[in-house]
């Protein structure tokens, strides 16, 4: 049997998909019902499920989750840092029209609206460093999952997208509280808080909690995210100490 040649590559190749350039093999001429009710359906409904699924598993199984994509399962899932960066840019959208409509009042007094305004400028990249952050420290802490610091920045990802998307309810929360609306709306921000605060424990538990017993896991995390607060505030420290030191040098200038 005559082997068919790859469209792309030029290539012998067999079954579905060419061996050389992955290409698929029954490549077909382009029609406008063809591109209707296979090409462009099929695109989106693959690129809904992937997303859909990976969402679901981040907050089912967000460790294992990882864990499955850093052992090679990855057609399942949506890239998770294009899905991070699309939570984000949701985020700025809510931010931005939650702003327009109740302005924040700036105080001049101090360095409030200087700082405020690099966490603006800056917060995508601020965002996305909280994923070396997590996977440098659980490098050092959970050692039993036997992953190197790139695997463990999947898991991070995982986290920070978790972290995204529950934020987002939280703005949501943070939004309609605003009208004149009972307080459980109140209560139900502080809870949606703190399981935003709490999410990464869940990735850290689901991904290694069978290696530990429950005291080693926990005193684990709660190391975790000392380590963490600690990294937080002495980069606060630095920027504030940055902004405030060139605020300064600007009035002996002037």
């Given amino acids: 049997m005559e ?32 591109f209707l009710l296979h090409d462009l359906l099929h695109g989106i409904w693959h690129l809904e499920r992937g997303i859909l699924f990976t969402i679901k598993e981040t907050f089912m199984r967000p460790g294992q989750a990882a864990l499955d994509y850093i052992s090679g399962k990855r057609i399942r899932y949506y890239n998770v840092f294009y899905l991070a960066l699309l939570m984000i840019g949701l985020n700025l959208l809510l931010s931005h029209f939650y702003e327009s409509i109740h302005p924040i009042e700036e105080d001049t007094r101090n360095n409030t609206p200087q700082i405020t305004q690099f ?8 965002l996305l460093s909280i994923v070396p952050i997590l996977g440098c420290i659980a490098y050092l802490i959970f050692k039993r999952l036997k992953l190197n610091i ?3 920045l999947i898991i991070g990802g995982i986290a920070l997208l ?4 529950i934020s987002l309810v939280f703005s949501l929360v943070n939004f309609i509280e605003t009208f004149d609306v009972p307080n459980l709306f109140g209560y139900l921000e502080i809870t949606v808080f703190f399981i935003m605060l709490l999410f990464p424990a869940w990735v850290y538990y689901n991904a290694a909690g069978k290696l530990y017993s429950k005291a080693g896991f926990i005193w684990r995390i709660i190391v975790f995210y000392i380590l963490i607060l600690i990294i937080l ?16 040098e600007l009035y002996i200038d002037l």
């Fill in 150 to 152: 790139a695997e463990h």
């Fill in 119 to 126: 966490f603006k400028d800056n917060l995508k990249i601020i």
């Fill in 233 to 248: 505030m002495t980069f606060l420290g630095i920027i504030v100490s940055v902004l405030s030191h060139g605020k300064n």
């Fill in 162 to 165: 978790g972290i995204l998307m």
């Fill in 3 to 34: 082997k068919a040649i790859c469209l792309n590559c030029n290539q012998p190749t067999e079954k579905h998909f060419c061996a050389h350039c992955g290409q698929k093999t029954d490549t077909h001429r382009i029609t406008l019902k063809h």
